[in-house]
T-cell receptor
Framework: KAGVTQTPRYLIKTRGQQVTLSCSPI?????VSWYQQTPGQGLQFLFE???????NKGNFPGRFSGRQFSNSRSEMNVSTLELGDSALYLC?????????????FGPGTRLTVL | DQQVKQNSPSLSVQEGRISILNCDYT??????FLWYKKYPAEGPTFLIS?????DKNEDGRFTVFLNKSAKHLSLHIVPSQPGDSAVYFC???????????FGTGTSLTVIP
């Protein structure tokens, strides 16, 4: 069974640009969550999508948005990039929504903003 | 505001000895706790979990202890092996959805 895949793996952008990251969950998983990992901050929850609907949202500005398609694939968009957006962005999929569902993480997309 | 804290950024242990990784939380609504292990260039992988109705859960060499009154949990690895060298994250959630709160991680080095 294929794991969670994220594309691209590495990305370099400049301030003010926007970026779209993609996540393909494990087959049969309907929940996708996104996290930002920075040194000293650990993993910060961005949002969760389940059946194409945003279920939860973390404490991030509106520049961070996402969506989920009918095949459960998810995209995350960051507009007007800032230097502080440089981070590893991880997505995780689980079979269903709810806190007792094990999350499986992808390898992440390393975003560097110059 | 960091609701889950791992106050030790790093830990070194001799092979064969016990590794103890600690985690504290502030939200009394958390009722499910997990530990993840992360190798460089890979996403975190689930290790072990515990719900608030238990105070201990074992899986092979890994045991998680939960002290609800102290809002503290710990992961014990016995015996430690060099392959256990990784960053360990603890995470917690409340029964309000799929939102997990992660600590900042502890980098474990097991010395052969």
């Amino acid at each position: 069974k294929a794991g969670v895949t994220q594309t691209p793996r590495y990305l370099i952008k400049t301030r003010g640009q926007q970026v779209t990251l993609s996540c393909s969950p494990i087959s049969g998983h309907r929940s996708v969550s996104w996290y930002q990992q920075t040194p000293g901050q650990g993993l910060q929850f961005l949002f969760e999508y389940f059946s194409e609907t945003q279920r939860n949202k973390g404490n991030f500005p509106g520049r961070f948005s996402g969506r989920q398609f009918s095949n459960s694939r998810s995209e995350m968009n960051v507009s007007t990039l800032e230097l502080g957006d440089s981070a590893l962005y991880l997505c995780a999929s689980s079979r269903a929504s709810g806190n007792y569902n094990e999350q499986f993480f992808g390898p992440g997309t390393r975003l560097t903003v110059l | 505001d960091q609701q889950v804290k791992q106050n030790s950024p790093s830990l070194s242990v001799q092979e064969g000895r016990i590794s103890i990784l600690n985690c504290d939380y502030t939200n009394s609504m958390f009722d499910y706790f997990l530990w993840y292990k992360k190798y460089p260039a890979e996403g975190p992988t689930f290790l072990i979990s515990i719900s608030s109705i238990k105070d201990k859960n074992e899986d092979g060499r890994f045991t998680v202890f939960l002290n609800k009154s102290a809002k503290h949990l710990s992961l014990h690895i016995v015996p430690s092996q060099p392959g256990d060298s990784a960053v360990y994250f603890c995470a917690a959630s409340a029964d309000t959805g799929n939102q997990f709160y992660f600590g900042t991680g502890t980098s474990l080095t097991v010395i052969p």
